[in-house]
């Protein structure tokens, strides 16, 4: 067995608020789960389709301080339009972490912050990106 991740988590400190911004942002299917636990189930796509789903779930302390270094896995998402994505999330609340750069010949990344500070990458394929 391969060692490739299979599910991702987003804390929230409020979930319904975090899923109605990832539903508009990605177009993502959230839905909250009927198990035991206060949890929502994240679709970023088609069964079948290249990418992973994950979960959300109500933070467990205090969000993550501006200006501190970055303590946690960061997803980055595949998008078609890097400058319209990042415009979007900002639209919708977020804000920019890190502006769109050039990854040499794979394409251009940019980071975000979402609602509640949580860094999310967003990368638009581009081999000619320098």
Not at 11 to 28: I, Q, T
Not at 97 to 112: D, E, R
Request: charged residues 20%.
């Amino acid at each position: 067995m391969s060692s490739r991740p299979v599910h991702f988590e987003i804390h929230a400190v409020d979930p319904e608020r975090m899923a109605a911004f990832y539903s508009e942002l990605f177009g993502w299917t959230i839905q909250k789960w009927e198990g035991p636990m206060e949890y929502w189930m994240v679709m970023t796509g088609a069964e079948g389709e290249l990418g992973i789903n994950g979960g959300l779930m109500r933070r467990m302390g205090a969000a993550p301080a501006d200006g501190a270094p970055v303590s946690a896995f960061v997803c980055t998402v595949g998008v078609e339009d890097c400058d319209a994505s990042v415009a979007k999330a900002v639209a919708l609340g977020g804000s920019v972490a890190m502006p769109k750069g050039p990854i040499p010949g794979m394409g251009w990344l940019a980071y975000i912050k979402d609602l509640d500070g949580n860094i999310l990458g967003m990368m638009q394929p581009d081999e000619a990106a320098a």
